[in-house]
């Protein structure tokens, strides 16, 4: 068990880019570690800056209500991502931690992580940053140290590669800090026991260990291919699926194209209901698509593109797209997003 343990956080500290940074993981998934970061590091009635441009920032910050947490949520519209003048603007004095989601899931847009730590910077103060990287570690290029990111969390069932079943924090010295003196009430989320016993090589509770020999492998599929050639490959992939979105003539969510996420790609439809897409993906296809979660109910599925995959796995994937989308009744030429998908591909290096 110790060199499995010690393997793995000095692995996690190369993916999260943290050299100070100690890895935590909890049985869990990344609910839990939304938890986590909030029980260890705030006071109850400490205030909250969010901004909500998705479902699961949304979700981020009622769990900080719930737990006590004074919140103060910036609406944005849904497939926008978080810009500085965002935070410039609404940044004050009072606000112990902004909460930030690297890749709003539910949209398919990637936020600015570097940018937002320059417009904190540009305020003068001094909150904690605490970035949910769920659907961007392993995928997007996150530098937890660089951007002075406190506390980063995430799942294994993402661009880890895993099943679901483990919550994952790279915590910072402030954030270590905090926990020391902090007064929530806590007991499985606290991480320092299980910090000090990783730090030996155990942890304080039983450990779900098939997810960390797991974790081990997936760690270092990922080194072995190197994170730069892990993120050009996640970034082909998903310009590839941008083309087809295109050439079907769908709109992508991300309002900005230069922010749509290399991880997921969420596409609009208007003409048909998309829960139908993606139900008729699945009983016809044996294809998952994503629903539209919240308010995109409806009107948006998602095809994901992250993880251990390849171009012939896109190409499928979006083969067996335009076939769902035409039998939900969608008017869309049958082959013209594969084909594009494959001219991008094939004018790749
Ligand atoms: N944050 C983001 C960005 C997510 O995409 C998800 C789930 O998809 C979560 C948090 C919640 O994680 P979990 O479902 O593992 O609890």
Redesign the pocket.
């Known amino acids: 068990m110790p060199s499995l343990v010690a393997e793995i956080r000095a692995g996690l500290r190369t993916i999260f880019k943290s050299e100070r940074g100690e890895p935590v993981l909890f049985p869990g998934?990344?609910?839990?570690a939304?938890e986590a970061s909030i029980v260890n590091t705030l006071n109850p009635g400490e205030r909250v800056l969010s901004f909500e441009n998705g479902h699961?920032a949304r979700?981020?910050a009622e769990a900080a209500r719930k737990l006590g947490m004074g919140v103060d949520e910036v609406k944005l519209r849904w497939g926008d991502a978080v810009t500085e003048s965002d935070v410039e603007a609404n940044l004050g004095p009072d606000h112990r931690a902004v909460l930030i989601?690297h890749?709003?899931?539910s949209t398919g847009v990637t936020t600015d992580v570097g940018a937002v730590r320059r417009a904190i910077d540009r305020t003068g103060f001094d909150p904690l940053l605490l970035v949910?990287v769920?659907?961007a570690l392993g995928s997007i290029d996150f530098r937890m140290d660089e951007w002075r990111v406190d506390v980063a969390l995430t799942?294994t069932?993402?661009g880890l590669m895993l099943p679901?079943g483990g919550a994952v924090l790279c915590v910072g010295p402030r954030a270590l800090d905090a926990a020391e003196t902090n007064r929530t009430p806590r007991y499985f989320y606290d991480w320092r026991p299980v910090i000090r016993d990783m730090q030996q090589g155990f942890f304080p509770y039983t450990p779900p260990t098939l997810l960390l020999f797991g974790l081990r492998e997936a760690i270092r599929m990922l080194l072995e291919e190197g994170l730069d050639n892990v993120f050009a490959r996640h970034a082909r992939l998903a310009q590839a699926t941008r083309e087809a979105v295109r050439a079907w003539g769908l709109k992508m969510l991300a309002g900005d194209v230069a922010r749509a996420s290399n991880s997921l790609t969420a596409v609009v439809v208007d003409a048909i209901d998309s829960g139908a897409v993606v139900k008729v993906a699945a009983d016809r296809l044996n294809l998952a698509l994503g629903v539209g979660l919240g308010q995109l109910r409806g009107r948006v599925f998602r095809i994901g593109h992250l993880g251990s995959l390849n171009e012939l796995e896109v190409l499928a994937t979006l083969a067996g797209t335009e076939l769902a989308l035409r039998y939900a009744g969608q008017p869309i030429e049958l082959g013209v997003g594969v084909a594009a998908a494959e001219r991008f591909l094939a004018a790749c290096e």
């Open positions: 998934s990344g609910t839990g939304w699961f979700l981020y989601i890749n709003e899931t949910d769920v659907s799942g069932q993402k679901p």
